[in-house]
């Protein structure tokens, strides 16, 4: 169900979203990464999440809906090879990988490898669903992130519809790429000891979910 039913309602659901992407990459500014190589390494990915957040932003106010909806794979992998850098991987490996020496694991390994994991990656003590939110969503990511079939119909559609279209899909883009990234934030967050902030990153997305009444199956 897509609650973005006219472009009074689309922009307001796009500035509940720049807010929460601008507050979200100002909470993560200045954060002193971890000298440990491994943890270090899955910072700066957390980091490129909330990146994408603020880039989905800039990308949905100029309506390039296909470069926005790309982004999501991208956030998606790098929210969990970062859990798996700090729950899965060997120091040998993270250096390897830091090296050139080897290439971070495929997305499926990495979800295997992190369901698997004797203690779970978790944030603020909730363990985070990547396998579930794969199975809901991976079908979506792989279409729109390769220019699959999907998403050339909906381009197809847009064009023909004028200026003021509102994609069926764009409340879901907007959740997604909200949640992952927040979720990362948090995740950098606590893991440079600061549990408050994390805490408040997670809250800030709960209050800006309802702009787009509730979570949307793309």
Partial sequence: MNTINSPLDWHRAHQAYATLALETMEAIEGK???EDNRLSMAQTLWVLCVEDLQAVSLLMERRWLAS?????RPQFESLCRGGWLVRCASNDEAESIAGY???FPLLRPVLRALEAAPQPFEILGGRIPLQSLA???LDSMHDFTHR???AIALRLVANGAGEDHIDETEA???QLTALLGCAAAAALLESCGDGPAALQAIKRLNRTVPAWGGLCQP
Avoid at 68 to 72: E, F, K, P
Wanted: aromatic share 4%.
């Fill in 32 to 34: 002193e990464l971890s």
């Fill in 68 to 72: 926005a909806r790309s982004l999501a």
């Fill in 101 to 103: 020496g080897r290439p």
């Fill in 135 to 137: 199975d809901r969503l």
């Fill in 148 to 150: 699959g079939t999907r």
């Fill in 172 to 174: 879901a883009v907007f």
